[in-house]
């Protein structure tokens, strides 16, 4: 049987051409990969084999590697397979330098583990040559065939040549791989020696959290050349992380800005609760659910997290991740951890920072809404306002709240009666127990009964089971009846009765019921004259106005309207995620100058609506459809001069430009046809020059 094909012999010329061919491969391939392809390819024409393949010795781990090979049909040995260094016929070729033919894998007793190996491949006979320079040995160059005897000492100089020539191609691509890697270990170390400077200079530059989110996670991810990067802040109650600033150019979309982990079976949360770095190179599959969708879906196999950590407090966690397997060494980790510790001072600076513009803003919203310290004094929470007609009412409620004594509070609807009987029942000594109200105008006539003292079950029509009134959920606290001047005339001695035995029984029994509870009334009708019209008990009014306190209307407390308006345009414009940070001073005069039939619920649901149709950060509120009124308590100018005045000044800011988003008639939030009309009826005209 011939050892090599046909066509080869040991003739000068034949073995010119092999030496040649290999010459060509190697000047036209640097990648040891692409080299050993087209040698086979090349070989081919030549030599008899079926396998070829590359294995270098690695002197870090003292293993045979197997780098690349070339192989007809499919084969279970693959590149990247280890061979020991005492059962490897490669292993024996490096130690010895001189080659080695196995004629028939079948009858070698030697190398049992490589031999069953060639024998499952259906290789036959197989030619070791080792891969040496002058320099170091490199390791060897194998060659297998699916006959038996196929390498013969006769062909061992010529291989040995291509070897030879293979040798310096394999070393020259050694070389060629390590000035590539050491580039790119350059460039990467000047990457990172970027990377902390950019975090170094978010530390000195005091950056917004808004802008260190996303000026950190980009430089990381740039820097590690990793597929994700982010930071996560604990939430206030630290039981799960939230995401800031992902840099992720190539996700999917299921990992997000803003996305909740949990504290507990997810690998962020791990890191921040043990202040430990934490990475994995296989994605784990005990997480909690959301970070296995996000692993599976975005393809996640490697992650780092690192800690952030100032002194002994955990800020958050630097996130790092990747699509490949085993992305992250411990080099990697050392060099994160200066990292966050610089990333810690920047998010400890800009944490500071904001907690700080928050509290200005806090403070400026206290000024605005709170000019005066009875509410922080008096701890009148929900009561604004700093007029003397208010401020004489905050007093009685000082005086009387620590007593027992029965209260009725007087004044017109929408004067905020409501506020001031939780006022009375904040400061006494019933606060701790519950406030009870109801709107005795509210409920039918046939109902009251029921609501205010409860019945039994078939007491009428419909009492299929037992009602607990009023009277009796209030005990130890406080009720608040509204509209007291609407109960019912049979209905008064019964509620008579209740405040002066404190009991009661409810519709359909006759068994008594004790009740301890602290009545507060309030009327917008004058009792005394309904006292004389026959339309209300005397006793019980009498019993009602022990202690009575007026509230004055909003018209007489002109100067709480200011902060009334502010809190109120305040509220509505972050409800409805509006910033209206101005209110002209034409706005504030005429809404001042506005008599407020309806009090103070007609002014906030003016605001409510002015903050709606107001466009920009100013508010601009339908002045035009407030109503003029007349009042015996009314004082100034009329509804029509104040609206003159707002026009005029509205125009005179404008420098009298009717059209256009900036102009007078989207201001006063009116078409430019009904500003020109407005301008007719109010006698204005534009000036001449």
Not at 498 to 524: K, W
Request: glycine share 6%.
């Amino acid at each position: 049987m011939a050892t090599f094909p046909e066509q080869f012999s040991s003739r000068p010329e034949q073995q010119y051409a092999t030496l040649l061919e290999v010459s060509q491969a190697i000047a036209a391939h640097q990648s040891l990969t692409e080299l050993f392809q087209d040698l086979g390819r090349r070989l081919h024409t030549v030599l008899n084999f079926n396998y070829l393949s590359l294995i270098l010795h690695d002197p870090v781990h003292e293993v045979m590697r197997l780098h690349t090979l070339h192989f007809d049909g499919v084969m279970t040995i693959q590149p990247g397979m280890e061979f020991g260094m005492e059962d490897s016929p490669s292993a024996e070729v490096w130690r010895t330098q001189a080659p080695l033919t196995i004629a028939d894998a079948e009858l070698e007793t030697r190398f049992r583990r490589a031999t069953k190996t060639l024998h499952d491949n259906g290789l036959r006979s197989f030619c070791s040559l080792p891969l040496t320079t002058a320099r170091r040995k490199l390791g060897t160059m194998n060659l297998g065939s699916s006959t038996v005897n196929a390498y013969q000492n006769s062909a061992l100089n010529v291989l040995q040549l291509v070897a030879s020539q293979v040798a310096v191609a394999v070393e020259n691509a050694l070389n060629y791989e390590d000035a590539q890697a050491f580039q790119q270990q350059v460039i990467r170390e000047r990457d990172r020696l970027k990377l902390l400077l950019d975090v170094n200079n978010a530390v000195v530059s005091n950056l917004a959290l808004s802008e260190l989110f996303r000026a950190i996670p980009g430089s990381v991810r740039n820097a590690m050349q990793c597929d994700a990067a982010c930071l996560s802040l604990p939430d206030r109650d630290q039981a799960q992380l939230r995401v800031y600033g992902l840099d992720f150019p190539a996700g999917k979309g299921f990992m997000q800005d803003q996305m909740v982990l949990p504290m507990v079976g997810t690998s962020p949360g791990t890191a921040f609760r043990t202040r430990k770095p934490l990475r994995f190179g296989t994605a784990p599959k005990s997480l909690a659910p959301v970070a296995l969708r996000v692993n599976a879906e975005e393809g996640f196999e490697s992650g780092c997290f690192l800690p952030i950590m100032r002194g002994n407090r955990a800020l958050g966690v630097l996130h790092l991740l990747d699509r490949h397997k085993n992305a992250f060494s411990e080099e990697d980790v050392d060099f994160l951890r200066q990292v966050a510790s610089q990333v810690a001072i920047a998010l400890e600076n800009a944490l500071e920072f904001s907690e700080l513009s928050e509290s200005k803003d806090r403070l400026a919203e206290e000024g605005l809404y709170l000019r005066d310290e009875i509410r922080t004094e008096h701890h009148f929470e929900d009561i604004l306002g700093n007029s003397s007609g208010l401020r004489q009412v905050l007093r009685q409620v000082e005086t009387v709240a620590p007593n027992e004594t029965t209260v009725l509070i007087q004044g017109e609807t929408g004067t905020g009666k409501e506020l001031v009987a939780r006022a009375i029942h904040g400061l006494s000594t019933r606060r701790d127990n519950i406030f009870v109200k109801l709107n005795c105008a509210a409920i039918p006539l046939g109902l009251l009964e029921s609501e205010l003292f409860g019945h039994e079950r078939g007491a009428f029509t419909g009492a299929i089971s037992r009602k607990v009134g009023r009277f009796e959920i209030a005990h130890k606290g406080t009720l608040f009846l509204d509209e007291v001047g609407d109960i019912p005339l049979e209905l008064q001695p019964k509620l008579l009765r209740v405040l002066q035995e404190q009991e009661f029984e409810r519709l359909g029994s006759t068994r008594s019921i004790r009740t301890d509870v602290r009545l507060v009334g309030a009327t917008n009708r004058d009792l005394g004259k309904m006292v004389e019209q026959g339309q209300f008990r005397a006793d019980l009014y009498y019993r009602l106005n022990v202690f009575p306190i007026h509230i004055p209307p909003l018209r007489e407390r002109r100067d709480d309207i200011p902060i009334l308006i502010r809190y109120f345009v305040d509220k509505y414009a972050k409800t409805m995620n509006r910033k209206i940070d101005r209110i002209p001073e034409s706005v504030m005069d005429a809404l001042t100058r506005y008599a407020w039939p309806g009090n103070i619920r007609e002014l906030q649901n003016f605001i409510e609506r002015a903050v709606i149709l107001s466009e920009g950060s100013s508010l601009r509120p339908p002045l035009a459809e407030l109503r003029e009124t007349k009042s015996k308590n009314s004082a100034g100018a009329t509804l029509k001069e104040v609206e003159r005045k707002h026009v005029l000044q509205v125009l005179r800011d404008t420098d009298w430009v009717f059209g256009g988003p900036d102009g007078a008639a989207a201001r006063l939030g009116m078409p430019r046809t009904t500003l020109i009309y407005r301008m007719r009826s109010l006698g204005i005209r534009r000036p001449t020059d």
